[in-house]
Each structure stands twice: as structure tokens, then as C-alpha cells.
């Protein structure tokens, strides 16, 4: 059977040791990344490859988009909910393509531009977003952007804290 067969068949999770998912795709990623972008108004590389595993993390999802929960930290979620990032390295190494990929998209449609010291931007004043109604863009991509201004607050501390904390292992 070919891998082609077998992924129609639904029989394999992964093919040459990528994971394979429809759910976490680029689409999804872009709208993650640039929500977040739009309430730091810029963002360094490395700090835009942590976005994805965050959003991407269902129940990490749903905890954020709770009204009652108000992070302020890194160091804070992890003492509050230590399960939600303790796989954080494997997610953000099996969704580092997929993350490289949206910001290349994104610059590529000139929503956002990297800069040549990794900083990234956003452009102008369109809106990458066509509609933030729940019915016209899906629930999944409308959590996403609820919980994204307290992702960015996440991401305010230092880059390095960042990756140690989460125990990104590079």
C-alpha cells in the first residue's frame, strides 16, 4: 500500500517521521500568528515560532479563552496548569514547519515583513482576517483569535526565559 492509500485509509499518523495533520495547517497557523502579531505589533522570529503550539493546544486553548483566567506569565500558566505545556518541546518542534511556513505565507501576501534582524511586522492596515464572526470563520480559528491578545502578553518576557521555561530544548 502506498503512503498515499494509507493516508486516504486513514491508517498512518505520520509519514517519514512528520506528523501529518489536516487540523494544524497553515491556513490556521497565519491566523494564530497574525492575531498575535496585531496586539504586539511586532514580534522576533523566535518568539513567533512559540505561537503555534500554544493555539494549537486544545485544552491550552480553552483554559485562555476562559473569562475568569487572566495569565500574566509564562512562569505563572506553569505553576497554575503544568500539564497544559509539559510536552511544549515536542509540539514546537513537530509544528516548527508549519510555523515557518504561515510567517512565510503571511510575508508573501505582504501582510507582515521580516526584517533582515529577524523582527517581524505587521503591513498596513488591511486585515488578514475576512470576518471575525464564529459562523463565517469557524470555531477553532475564532478561539484562537479570542485567546491571542493573552498569548501576546505571554510573549512579552524575555526570548531566552521564554524558550527556558518552556524547556524548548535547541
Not at 156 to 167: A, F, G, I, P
Amino acid at each position: 500500500m502506498s503512503n498515499s492509500e494509507a493516508w486516504i485509509n486513514g491508517e498512518v499518523s505520520h509519514l517519514n517521521n512528520n506528523y501529518v495533520n489536516l487540523y494544524n495547517n497553515e491556513i490556521i497557523g497565519c491566523i494564530g500568528i497574525y492575531s498575535v502579531t496585531k496586539h504586539m505589533k511586532s514580534i522576533s522570529s523566535a518568539k513567533a515560532l512559540l505561537i503555534l503550539p500554544m493555539v494549537f493546544q486544545n485544552d491550552l486553548l480553552s483554559y485562555m479563552g476562559r473569562s475568569n483566567v487572566d495569565v500574566k506569565s509564562i512562569e505563572q500558566l506553569i505553576l497554575r496548569k503544568p500539564d497544559l505545556l509539559s510536552n511544549f518541546n515536542e509540539r514546537f518542534y513537530s509544528l516548527l514547519q508549519v510555523s515557518v511556513n504561515s510567517i512565510l505565507i503571511l510575508n508573501a501576501l505582504n501582510f507582515l515583513t521580516i526584517n533582515p534582524d529577524g523582527k517581524i511586522e505587521l503591513l498596513g492596515e488591511r486585515d488578514f482576517i475576512p470576518s471575525y464572526e464564529k459562523e463565517v470563520i469557524g470555531k477553532r480559528a475564532f478561539q484562537i483569535i479570542n485567546v491571542s491578545y493573552k498569548v501576546a502578553k505571554l510573549l512579552e518576557d524575555k526570548v531566552e526565559n521564554l524558550y527556558l521555561q518552556l524547556r524548548v530544548k535547541l
